[in-house]
């Protein structure tokens, strides 16, 4: 007993996370010996972390280095090739932007390899769930629609897709000039950033960043800025497509956290990004429920971990458990069954944790394999003859499940999701129907709200577990800041309860609350609307975009005068430095709560945070403390609605067009 009450104390949880059902699987974990070791244990292990690495000056992209910077050092102010600190970390960032570009974009091609496959009917388990989606992605992509059948423009618009990947004419790629303002077009052909192929960009920026090659930072960074948007590009070809495959998500309600485990179940939590596995096995188990009461289970229970979870929770109202950091804590309940694994922010420690209980850990893609995991191959083609082995193996290992294994923590809370940009906009048609984006852009331009913000991106170690989300959040709502979120952004603030319009009257200042329950009165909406709006996963940081390329074109400006910002409170992955990247060409002022390695350069730090804003209007707010950072994005607003006002006030006087500049 004295034992257990010392190993408590080592560790105080609330240092390791906000989230009181993560705190109680940790604290359990804790106590009972260190018997399971967590993320938060080798974060800890890893102390110091290398300050060349932390500081982006370790260069590692030739076989005589490692090279490490230690600058004003004679002889070591630069590496044994002559690069120098501005070279390294411009190239060490080009890569993480080549590496997230590449695997949203692999998302989309994956997505887009499985509509081809339908409409050529190789892939019966899919159909086309939103036909008018289909139309209408059609139509912005430039394909002729007139007397053609749905399978046909499903195949017209794959091709598309996939011609946005490997075209080798110079022509731009659809999926972004076709869905970004005239202002953003002709500012990214000006700086000649504008990516032709998706595959293509990816391949030069790494090869531009070789051993040899560029040297030039402001080069290097408008490479990378080339390569986000091929990874916007991949993005909204993702977003596209999973809606005419599986719908447009609409208002939905449900529940979030460690506590939708329930152990009366056979539980299976699918983890990773793409529906095109999870929706399946979500059918699968609809189908097998019969199998599971026949072994003594309720039934079968599909929860949701990280974007996958998200697609989930959108369009079928399924159960989130947790979102990236507590994708460890969701085996230790013990009454987890099987974990399904597609691919990205899969950390290979599920493997290892997975070993102490009964749960099953299956991967599914031939690129995200797990040594000692099972493997199905998962394709389009049978798939859901494949999610039914996959349901069938939870089920069998329901019976080995050891009771006094099982701690599940009674936190779930009430979240209303669904918020593709559709959604949004049919709420405020209610309001507006000629111009339902008016309706924002009005309660921006009379002060009502401040303008809009983005959340973004993951949990990272080096912050206790969605604090950054959370306070940020509870921050803007009070400065009356309308909030969309993605990714494990929107997963914190969903286990938080703060998805619920029961968070409007707890965090909300004034003018938003008023903004809200105007449009609550006029739509009517059936869950009623919550602090902040649930627009999906990661790839679905596009239908963010969209909202702010409408907003742009009906306030008659170009997207750096518009009042909207972006914030990465944990950025973790390489994705969320390609996202922030395009953020920011996109013209907003975008944060990020923990440092990424480019501190090594004043020369790179000062483009990201102060040239970026010359050249494209938006730049990087670079700050870990959550109230400076809430304060920075609220005078990031301001400023951008004050500096409308006095443009516009100028325009009426002299009956002068708009000032375009910002
Ligand atoms: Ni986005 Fe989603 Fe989460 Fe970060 Fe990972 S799950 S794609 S990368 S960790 S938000
Ligand atoms: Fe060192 Fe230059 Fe090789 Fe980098 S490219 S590891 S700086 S020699």
Not at 616 to 641: Q, T
Request: charged fraction near 20%; proline fraction near 5%; hydrophobic fraction near 40%.
């Amino acid at each position: 007993m004295d034992e257990q009450v010392t190993l408590k104390k080592k560790v105080d949880v609330s240092t390791r996370t906000a989230d009181p059902a993560s705190a109680e699987m940790l604290q359990q974990c804790t106590s009972c010996g260190g018997e399971y070791e967590t993320a938060w244990d080798r974060y800890q292990a890893q102390q110091p972390q290398c300050g060349f690495g932390i500081q982006g000056i370790c260069c590692r992209v030739c076989i005589q280095g490692p090279c490490r910077i230690v600058p004003k050092r004679p002889g070591q102010d630069r590496g044994i090739c002559g690069a120098t600190e501005y070279t390294i970390v411009a190239r060490n960032i080009a890569r993480y932007v080549a590496g997230g570009s590449s695997s949203h974009s692999d998302h989309g091609r994956h997505v887009a390899m499985t509509l081809l496959h339908m409409a050529e009917g190789k892939a019966p388990d899919y159909k086309i769930e939103d036909p008018a989606k289909l139309h209408r992605v059609a139509k912005m992509v430039g394909i002729p629609t007139d007397g053609k059948s749905d399978n046909q423009l499903a195949k017209e618009v794959a091709l598309a897709a996939l011609q946005d990947y490997g075209r080798w004419e110079p022509e731009a790629c659809t999926f972004l000039t076709n869905t970004i303002t005239e202002g953003r077009k002709a500012k990214f052909k000006h700086c000649n950033v504008t990516p032709t192929a998706i595959d293509q960009t990816i391949a030069q920026d790494l090869a531009q960043t070789t051993m040899g090659m560029d040297a030039d930072p402001v080069n290097i960074v408008f490479g990378a800025i080339k390569t986000s948007l091929a990874d916007y590009t991949g993005m909204h070809i993702a977003t596209d497509i999973h809606d005419i495959l599986f719908g447009t998500p609409k208002p939905v309600i449900s529940e979030a956290n460690l506590g939708v485990i329930d152990p009366d179940y056979v539980n299976i939590a699918t983890h990773g990004h793409n529906p095109t596995l999870s929706s399946i096995v979500v059918d699968a188990a609809r189908e097998l429920q019969g199998e599971a009461k026949a072994v003594g289970a309720k039934g079968v229970n599909v929860v949701g971990i990280c974007c996958t979870g998200n697609e989930l929770l959108m369009r079928e109202g399924v159960y989130l458990a947790t979102n990236t950091a507590g994708q460890e804590l969701a085996i230790m309940t013990g009454a987890l069954d099987a974990m399904i694994v597609d691919v990205q922010c899969i950390a290979p420690a599920v493997r290892t944790l997975s070993e102490c209980f009964h749960t099953r850990l299956i991967t599914t893609s031939e690129q995200a394999k797990i040594p000692g995991s099972h493997h199905f191959d998962f394709h389009s083609e049978g798939a859901m003859e494949k999610a039914k082995e996959m349901v069938r193996l939870a089920i069998a290992a329901y019976k080995h499940r050891d009771p006094s294994k099982v701690h599940v923590p009674n936190v779930r809370n009430k979240v209303v999701a669904g918020w593709s940009l559709e959604a949004l906009l049919d709420v405020f048609s209610k309001v507006n129907p000629e111009k339902p984006i008016k309706v924002l852009t009005d309660a921006i331009e009379s002060g009502e709200i401040k303008g809009v913000a983005l959340f973004a991106g993951c949990n990272n170690m080096k912050q206790p577990q969605d604090t950054g989300h959370l306070s940020i959040l509870k921050a803007l709502a009070k400065n009356d800041v309308f909030v969309v979120a993605t990714g494990c952004a929107a997963g914190a603030m969903a286990k938080a309860g703060l998805l619920t319009p029961a968070a409007v009257d707890a965090y909300a200042g004034e003018g938003l609350k008023k903004f809200l329950k105007r449009l609550e009165e006029a739509a009517k909406p059936k869950y009623g609307l919550p602090l902040a709006f649930h627009m999906g996963s990661c790839v679905d940081n596009t239908r963010a975009s969209d909202l702010l390329m409408m907003m742009a074109d009906e306030m008659g400006v170009d997207t750096p005068k518009v009042p909207f910002v972006a914030t990465a409170p944990e950025a973790m992955h390489e994705k969320a430095v390609a996202i922030g990247t395009w953020a920011v060409a996109m013209g907003l002022p975008t944060h990020v709560g923990v440092m990424p390695h480019i501190e090594g350069s004043q020369l790179v730090y000062g483009v990201a945070t102060q040239i970026a804003h010359d050249v494209y209007g938006g730049y990087f707010i670079f700050e870990p403390d959550h109230a400076k950072a809430a304060k920075a994005l609220v005078d990031a607003l301001e400023y951008r609605s004050w500096k409308l006002r006095v443009h516009r006030a100028t325009a009426e006087k002299y009956g002068t067009p708009l000032a375009a500049g910002y």
